[in-house]
């Protein structure tokens, strides 16, 4: 290899990236500029972006700043406001594409069902949903956490007559004007489009199971003068980025990873205080009220939230929920609230990483079945005995508060540095070693103890076992200096 280049002389590693979205295409660019062409991208939809090609509800947007939820190599001067809204997330994305000539190695339409690893040829054997056999000598899943709806599993739901839909799969032909909705869920999404139909519909209402955190968001329109002084002097939109990240890192270090720190007594203390501010009844601030520590689970960005609960067409219900009917949903106080739609606001099933796609290794054991106490990987990038199989946005690398993108840098990096090592030392068979592997994630779970998140309560960062599945127990720099190169002493190769 010279200058970051892969050395010619040798043919050339075939490598197929499963998804579109941020991890998909990062993974791409990251090869590109390392001059690493040979690699295709399948996606299952008819556009790249991934979850910001899905999630098109009303308000959609993201709860990371703008500046700091994009690609380090491809900073973006003139984003309309501090938080971005889906379209201008998705347009970066296809700007990126573009810029980088991503496009033409990207196939839609196309899901990946089933990789079936050949141990004599060494070679992935894949399958798409339609039936078309391809092959690769390396596969990178960049499926995400967060791609996988969740429906609750409630008495009665088929029987609904109504419409009903996901918010992850919103439809857009529903006409909310003068109907009466019902909404299951107040997460992430909820916070988002809740005050925007409720400007719209007859009556909202809100089934309200736990309350969470509610941080206010400082969501400001940037002018045009900041888009020239970003453009006119780079080096302060690299200063604004940095910034936007330490204070990102002090969070997710003096909170999450303190088990019962004071960093989050002192948060709990602020934000009751700020909600006590804005809801008056007295009844909907104790339905209002967490009962877990801050950022225990996802904290929730919004400023018009708590107001939006108030508006005299919403109704909050927090007793827990019976059945659904045909035309209304029965709490367990035997009351009916007849509606006229049913928006899902479940999330995803976000600790059964890889569902929808059969990964099998040499000694044809899945890894679902690998995985059967919960899913965990070198550096939630690598799984002993699946060769040349790499993962982006795997098992406990999300994080509770930071930009995601940020790691997937980071390991589309790290997986860089095993296909170029892979090239330059002739190695067609490249797998972790279990004890490197059984070692990293016993001192992992060992590390999440401490956390917040292993505080009592549920979220999507635990599995039903309470297993921290999802979330990385260390700060962010330490992911960076984890996953700089590969270490060939980690693999078995031949």
């Not at 590693?13 to 090869?31: C, H, S, V, W, Y």
């Not at 390396?138 to 009665?156: D, E, F, R």
């Amino acid at each position: 290899m010279t200058n970051g280049t892969v050395n010619q002389s040798k043919s050339p590693l075939e490598i197929l990236i499963i998804g579109a979205g941020f991890a998909g295409l990062g993974m791409g660019i990251t090869l590109k500029k390392a001059g690493i062409t040979s690699f295709k991208i399948y996606e299952k939809a008819n556009n790249l972006g991934g979850t910001w090609h899905h999630n098109t509800y009303p308000g959609c947007g993201c709860d990371v700043p703008s500046f700091l939820y994009s690609y380090s190599f491809a900073p973006k001067s003139d984003w309309t406001r501090d938080y971005p809204k889906q379209k201008e997330i998705l347009t970066y994305l296809e700007d990126c594409a573009e810029e980088y000539e991503i496009t033409r190695h990207i196939h839609l339409n196309t899901e990946i069902s089933e990789a079936v690893f050949n141990e004599k040829e060494t070679i992935w054997n894949v399958s798409t949903s339609s039936g078309e056999q391809l092959q690769a000598n390396i596969v990178i899943s960049a499926c995400g956490q967060l791609n996988n709806p969740k429906i609750a599993n409630i008495k009665g739901r088929e029987t609904f007559q109504g419409t009903q839909f996901h918010s992850a799969r919103w439809n857009h032909n529903y006409d909310f004007n003068g109907k009466t909705v019902g909404v299951i869920g107040t997460g992430a999404s909820a916070v988002q489009f809740l005050p925007v139909i409720a400007q719209q519909v007859k009556k909202l209402i809100v089934f309200h199971r736990s309350a969470n955190w509610v941080i206010p968001k400082s969501d400001r329109q940037l002018t045009e003068f900041d888009h020239w002084l970003f453009r006119t002097f780079p080096f302060l939109m690299t200063l604004y980025r940095w910034s936007v990240y330490l204070y990102f890192e002090s969070l997710l270090v003096t909170i999450n990873l303190q088990k019962d720190g004071i960093a989050g007594k002192i948060a709990a203390i602020w934000l009751n205080n700020y909600r006590e501010s804005r809801v008056k009844d007295e009844r909907l601030k104790e339905v209002l009220r967490p009962k877990e520590p801050v950022l225990c689970k996802r904290f929730l960005l919004s400023s018009n939230y708590y107001e939006t609960l108030q508006l005299p067409n919403v109704e909050v219900i927090d007793q827990p929920i019976d059945k659904i009917t045909e035309n209304a949903i029965a709490t367990t106080d035997g009351k009916e609230h007849e509606i006229d739609a049913l928006i899902w606001a479940t999330g995803f099933q976000s600790t059964k990483f890889l569902s929808s796609l059969k990964i099998v290794g040499p000694h044809q054991k899945s890894l679902h079945e690998t995985w059967e106490n919960g899913p965990q990987a070198y550096k939630g990038i690598v799984v002993p005995d699946f060769p040349n199989f790499f993962m982006l946005y795997g098992p406990n690398t999300n994080l509770g508060s930071n930009s995601i993108v940020f790691m997937l840098e980071c390991q589309a990096n790290y997986i860089r540095s095993c296909i170029e090592m892979m090239q330059e030392q002739g190695i067609t068979n490249l797998k972790v070693k279990p004890e490197t592997n059984t070692e990293f994630n016993e001192k992992l779970q060992e590390s999440a103890e401490k956390t917040v998140w292993m505080n009592n309560c549920s979220s999507w960062y635990k599995n039903e076992d309470g297993k921290l599945t999802n979330n990385w127990p260390y700060s962010s720099v330490r992911y960076w200096f984890a996953t700089r190169k590969a270490d060939r002493n980690d693999f078995i190769c031949s």
